[in-house]
């Protein structure tokens, strides 16, 4: 009878925790242009990274995250989780109130448009020609009759379009001529 005691010492790893590193928030009203990225340390093994219950991947980056609430999921490979929420924001895109137009009178070229906006984030660019060229100012002038593409730009790049026709008024026409002798 002989009798040996060996002593196990059982430890338990670190806990799995998460830290944000940092987020940017979409740049319009309903793009997924956000980002967030965090830092998973402790457990066990290779940690993997979890967006809203999405496929784990191995990188604590996620790219294109639409605003909104959102739940970043640590584990480890004994299944230990740290769990984070970061909430991104959303801005308002810009809106137009409101479109004065004044049409051309007998043809000419003195036709006008204001645009009048709000919301999105000031300075605001705007366009009457699909966006190929914009102005800082509201007004248009000296405008012939047509339809104009309005695009207005604020100054996080976001936009809203239009469309607004100047009418043109005919010059009068003479269809009856009479001559009198006097």
């Known amino acids: 009878g002989c009798t040996t005691v060996c002593t196990v010492e059982i430890t338990e790893p670190v806990e799995v925790g998460c830290t944000i590193n940092g987020f940017t928030n979409p740049l319009c009203a309903g793009d997924a242009t956000g980002t967030i990225s965090v830092t998973g340390a402790g457990g066990t093994g ?19 995250v639409a605003a909104g609430l959102h739940t970043i999921t640590v584990t480890d490979v004994n299944g230990c989780a740290a769990i984070q929420t970061v909430q991104l924001a959303t801005y308002d895109n810009p ?41 800082g100012g509201n007004s248009f002038n000296g405008l012939p009759g047509g339809v104009y593409g309005v695009v207005i730009e604020d100054f996080t790049g976001c936009q809203v379009v239009g469309e607004v026709t100047i009418n043109s008024t005919d010059s009068p026409i003479i269809t009856d001529l009479i001559l009198k002798d006097p």
């Open 46 to 64: 290779m940690l993997m990274y979890s967006l809203d219950g999405a496929t784990p991947q191995t990188s604590g980056t996620f790219n294109m």
């Open 95 to 135: 809106a137009i109130t409101t479109i004065n137009v004044e049409d051309t009178k007998c043809n000419e070229d003195d036709g006008s448009i204001d645009i009048f906006v709000t919301g999105g984030t000031p300075n605001y660019q705007y366009s009457i020609d699909g966006g190929m060229n914009f102005q």
